[in-house]
Structures are given as C-alpha cells and as structure tokens.
C-alpha cells in the first residue's frame, strides 16, 4: 500500500509538470524550434494519459491480467502491486521526472534564445529607422537648405579646446564622470584638420553656388561612393566651414567613414562635428555616431559618455536617437563604467 501511495502522488504531481511544461513548450519555442516542439508537446501529452490511466487503476484496486494501457503493463495478483510490479512503476516514474526535468530546461534554454534574438531585432530596427530618418533629413537638407543657422557659432578653431585641455572645463554642466570624452580631443581636432587640409579646395567638387555642391556630395553619398561622397564634403568644408549646411556636411563626413569602417577617422569627423556645430540639427546625431564608433574601437568608457550627453545637453534630440544611446548604454554595461 505504500508503494500504492507514494505512486498516486507522484503521478498527481507528474500530470501537473506535464500540463505545465506543455504549455511552456507551445508558448515560449521559437519558430526555429517549432517542429521539435510540436513532438516534444505530444510526448508529454502521452504520458500524461498513461499517468491518468495508472491512477485511475490503483484507485480502482484493478486486478492484473486486466487489458488495460499502463505505461509499462498490467498489474499482478490482486488488488495490490506485487513488489516487482511496484518497483518498476515507480522506476518508470522516476524516468519520467527526469524526462521533465530535461524538457524544462529546453524550454528555458529557448526561451533564453528567443529573448536574445528580440533585442538583436529591436536594435537593428532602431538602427534601420535612425538611418532612414538620416537619409530622410539629409536629402531635404540638399534641396531646401533646412537646417537653421547656428546662433553664434564660433569657427572650429574657438570651439575645440587645445590639446590637453579638460573637457569638462569646456563643458561646466558636465558631471565629471563624462570628461572621458575629452580625452580625444586635441588630436582628433589635429587629424580633423589635417584630412581638411589635404583636400584640395574645389578639387572634389563642382562649382556653383554652396547648396549646390552640397547636393552633389549628398548624391555621391546616396550611390554609396563614399570615397567621392568622402572627398566632396571635405572639400565642402574646407571651402565653407560657416555655412548653414557646414554641420550637416560634417556629420556625413563621418558616415562615410564609418560605413567603411575607417572607425579611426569616423570618430575624429564626429567628434569634431560635435564640438564645432553644437547648436546645428546634427549634433544629437554626431555624439550617437561618435559613441558608436568608439564601442566599435573597442573603447567602451569613451562610448559611454558619449551617450550619456545626449540626454543632457540634447533633451529635445529624436525618440530613435535616445532610444538607440539607450540600448547600446544597457548593452555596454554604461552604469558600471
């Protein structure tokens, strides 16, 4: 009667592992998974019917030699298990609970993967709308000239601090666990204006009136030459450094880099963009991109305070653009740098 009992028990707690499992594996298996889950769902649905035929035979004191479905045969002598019947119910028992306990950490497992891989989408989204929102932005700029003249803008020269220089200093309402940023600063403002300087005015672009080269450089941009599209907004720059579409010009100076992954001069373009034009419309755009670039250069607490400026000083910055500084701050591990 004992083993009779302690049987009856575990299959009342077997049925409900199974009912719950089965369900874990129908809601949570990923698509990729969906056939191995359909089969492992059946299983647990047929020993839960073998489960329920056993308890309803020892309920009934069921005597062996009856024809009935039990998971490993019909009972012997009586209305009680023999001590070889009951020894091998209760190690298919056992069985089964380790069945369970495997199908459960399948389940976590894809559950696990699952979770991964919709952040891996989320991201590449947010990445896919900022871009498009770029694009969007950029070519309206080439046609209608839309960005606003930055209100006092001081030329490159005044904006960038000299090299050594704290940042923090430059920016007094930073905390000072942003100054890493700064730490760039001389020698990006040097390379910048190196790469500038080598670009020989006019050389990569046609003539006509400012806007119009602008648009030329942004056609080049949108055929994906990004060498041309490279050579024609410095060539922009160096000829217009205090137009309206200057910063515009820079931050795609700098994407043209990055898409080439020459992550080296990306983050010089940027982060000049940044601390030359910081009233223009790309300014948001040029500290995501810098702090991009930086994780891609393997320097996380430079990355880091990029994006945690442009909630700061850029409150009014797109969703996408906050959203993505946001996700790449979880993923980089931002507050424990």
């Excluded at 056993?54 to 009935?68: C, D, I, M, S, T």
């Excluded at 209608?144 to 001081?154: F, I, L, N, V």
């Excluded at 090299?163 to 040097?190: D, E, I, M, V």
């Excluded at 990569?204 to 648009?215: C, D, R, S, T």
Aim: aromatic fraction near 6%; include cysteine; hydrophobic fraction near 40%.
């Amino acid at each position: 009667m004992r083993s009779k009992g302690w049987i009856m028990g575990s299959g009342r707690r077997l049925a409900a592992a199974l009912l719950v499992g089965a369900s874990l594996v129908a809601l949570q298996a990923p698509p990729a998974a969906a056939q191995d889950a359909r089969e492992l769902s059946a299983r647990m649905e047929r020993l839960e019917r073998d489960l329920q035929v056993l308890q309803r035979q020892l309920y009934r004191g069921e005597v062996g030699g009856a024809q009935q479905s039990a998971p490993s045969g019909g009972f012997a002598g009586g209305g009680e298990l023999s001590g070889d019947m009951a020894a091998r119910l209760q190690q298919r028992l056992i069985q089964i609970e380790e069945l369970v306990t495997k199908l459960t950490g399948r389940v976590e497992e894809n559950q696990y993967q699952v979770q991964q891989l919709s952040s891996k989408v989320d991201r590449f989204v947010d990445d896919i709308d900022f871009r498009l929102q770029e694009l969007e932005k950029g070519g309206g700029a080439a046609a209608t000239a839309e960005a606003a003249p930055a209100q006092g803008q001081a030329p490159a020269q005044a904006a960038a601090p000299a090299a050594g220089s704290s940042n923090s200093a430059a920016n007094p309402g930073l905390a000072p666990g942003q100054g890493t940023l700064g730490t760039l600063g001389g020698s990006a403002a040097q390379g910048q204006g190196s790469q500038q300087a080598a670009a020989p005015a006019g050389a990569a672009l046609p003539a006509g009136a400012p806007e119009e080269q602008y648009k030329y450089a942004f056609g080049l941009l949108r055929k994906n030459d990004y060498p041309s599209a490279a050579k024609a907004f410095e060539a922009f720059l160096a000829q217009h450094p205090k137009h309206d579409l200057a910063g515009n010009a820079q931050y795609w100076l700098g994407e043209t880099y990055y898409v080439q992954n020459s992550f080296d001069k990306a983050a010089v373009a940027f982060l000049e963009g940044y601390r030359t034009y910081p009233k223009n419309s790309k300014a948001p755009d040029n500290l995501l991109k810098l702090g991009l670039t930086m994780a891609n250069l393997k320097k996380d607490r430079e990355a880091c305070a990029a994006f945690g400026r442009i909630g700061s000083e850029y409150p009014q910055a797109p969703d996408a653009i906050k959203r993505r500084a946001q996700s790449e701050s979880q993923r980089l591990n931002c507050g424990a740098q």
